[in-house]
């Protein structure tokens, strides 16, 4: 997702985001660690830019309402 999705998002929406990012990108890695593969292997580099954003933006957030 783009980080304009993001910030349109609820935070309650973006902490489900970021559970079920984290979920998908541990089952990736467990996958191609037990040496299955996978179609798309740039899959997991996005999962984890994806979930750096949502920290980034609940980052943000905190530091705003300070």
Do not use: C, Y
């Amino acid at each position: 997702m783009k980080k304009k999705e993001f910030r349109k998002m609820k935070p309650e929406d973006l902490d489900k985001t970021l559970s079920e990012s984290r979920l998908e990108l541990s089952k990736a890695l467990g996958n191609v660690k037990m040496g299955r593969t996978m179609k798309n292997h740039a899959r997991i580099r996005q999962m984890r830019r994806s979930i750096a954003r949502v920290l980034t933006l609940k980052n943000e957030a905190r530091k705003a309402s300070k």
